[in-house]
Nanobody, 127 residues
Framework: VQLQASGGGLVQAGGSLTLSCAAS????????MGWFRQAPGKDREFAAS?????????SYADAVKGRFTISRGNAKNMVYLRMNSLKPEDTAVYFC????????????????????WGQGTLVTVSS
């Protein structure tokens, strides 16, 4: 599967953005989906994940919990990350990732376990 992330941009603190991830080749519901982010000079970190369509369980990093929402679109190849109440520390390149296996527990946080990655989309939050 190939992933294409989009929707990044410049937004003021307190604003909102929705990132999109389009999966080609297979429907996203067959994959465990994740969003990661990498701030300048920092390692890539987990932001959110959604299990395959069997239970669609979601998980969020503490830093984004209550502000970000991961979801699947009506188009079965789309996954979204709705980001509200954005803060300057949310500034990063955001990546969508997928794996055909369920990554439960701490495995969902490990980027090396995801087999497929999009190219990243830059989100800049100004203060």
């Amino acid at each position: 599967v190939q992933l294409q992330a989009s929707g990044g941009g410049l937004v003021q603190a307190g604003g909102s953005l929705t990132l999109s991830c389009a999966a080609s080749g297979r429907t996203s519901s067959r994959y465990f989906m994740g969003w990661f982010r990498q701030a300048p000079g920092k390692d890539r970190e987990f932001a959110a994940s959604m299990a395959r369509s069997i239970d669609t369980a979601t998980s969020y990093a503490d830093a984004v919990k209550g502000r970000f929402t991961i979801s699947r679109g009506n188009a079965k190849n789309m996954v979204y990350l709705r980001m509200n109440s954005l803060k300057p520390e949310d500034t990063a390149v955001y990546f969508c990732a997928a794996d055909p296996n369920d990554l439960y527990g701490d495995r969902r946080y490990r980027d090396e376990l995801y087999n497929y990655w999009g190219q990243g989309t830059l989100v800049t939050v100004s203060s």
